[in-house]
């Protein structure tokens, strides 16, 4: 079992910035990638970042060169570095752990973009 708990969460301006946190406890050795994921209010959950065991990142399109995944092989945290905010980007974000069994997830953390 993995626990993950997200953190960061909160109210910016447009154009500001926000780091959210993902916390990793339990099997997490049995990790090999993790990710993060938004749903706003009325959409269907949508992809942001996925990062692997060998630091490879990915991003999607609506937030590439704007957010930043990091974090280590050792899963504790990972992060989500987002900058240049938009409305747009309102939504709660989720992050994700994928073992070769399951894919775990977080509760969630709101993130909430004025214009």
């Known amino acids: 079992q993995v626990q993950l708990v997200e953190s960061g969460g909160g109210l910016v301006q447009a154009g500001g910035s926000l780091r959210l946190s993902c916390a990793a406890s339990?099997?997490?050795?049995?990790?090999?990638?993790m990710g993060w994921y938004r749903q706003a209010p009325g959409k269907q959950r949508e992809w942001v970042a996925r990062?692997?065991?060998?630091?490879?990142?990915n991003y999607a399109d609506s937030v590439k060169g704007r957010f930043t995944i990091s974090g280590d092989n050792t899963w504790k945290t990972v992060y989500l570095q987002m900058s240049s905010l938009k409305p747009e980007d309102t939504a709660v974000y989720s992050c994700?752990?994928?073992?070769?069994?399951?894919?775990?997830w977080g509760q969630g953390t709101q993130v909430t973009v004025s214009s």
């Open positions: 339990g099997s997490i050795s049995s990790i090999y990638a």
């Open positions: 990062i692997t065991s060998s630091v490879i990142t």
């Open positions: 994700s752990a994928e073992t070769t069994r399951r894919v775990y």
